[in-house]
């Protein structure tokens, strides 16, 4: 069993897993978590900044859970709220882009 505090400083892991992104799942996504127009209508997301459909942060967030359990070799100890305020551990989550229709994701957490 991994818990937390047995995870060195500055290790870095990636996703073993890719996900391919698709038009089809951010409309179902959005449709049903997060339905903002932009995600949900290709016509719509045309006249936003990205200028085309593009995943909600919440879809992109499950993304990345879910890529997550590909980057343990055994079975973790997991604690919800780790990162709260009241701990000193800090968690960013970074998009180096948005999600988009076609996109190739991973994760990578360093510690």
């Not at 060195?8 to 892991?13: A, I, M, V």
């Not at 903002?36 to 967030?61: C, N, Q, R, W, Y």
């Not at 859970?65 to 000193?88: F, K, N």
């Amino acid at each position: 069993m991994l818990y937390f505090e047995d995870i060195p400083l500055h290790e870095t892991r990636e996703s073993t897993a890719t996900h391919l992104v698709t038009a089809d799942e951010i409309k179902n996504f959005a449709g049903e978590w997060d339905p903002m127009p932009f995600h949900v209508d290709e016509e719509v997301a045309k006249l936003t900044p990205m200028g085309k459909l593009f995943a909600s942060g919440v879809h992109s967030i499950a993304i990345s859970v879910r890529l997550g359990h590909t980057m343990m070799d055994r079975e973790i100890a997991v604690l919800a709220g780790l990162a709260g305020c009241a701990l000193p551990h800090t968690v960013i989550c970074r998009r180096h882009r948005a999600s988009e229709n076609g996109n190739y994701c991973y994760a990578s957490v360093s510690i």
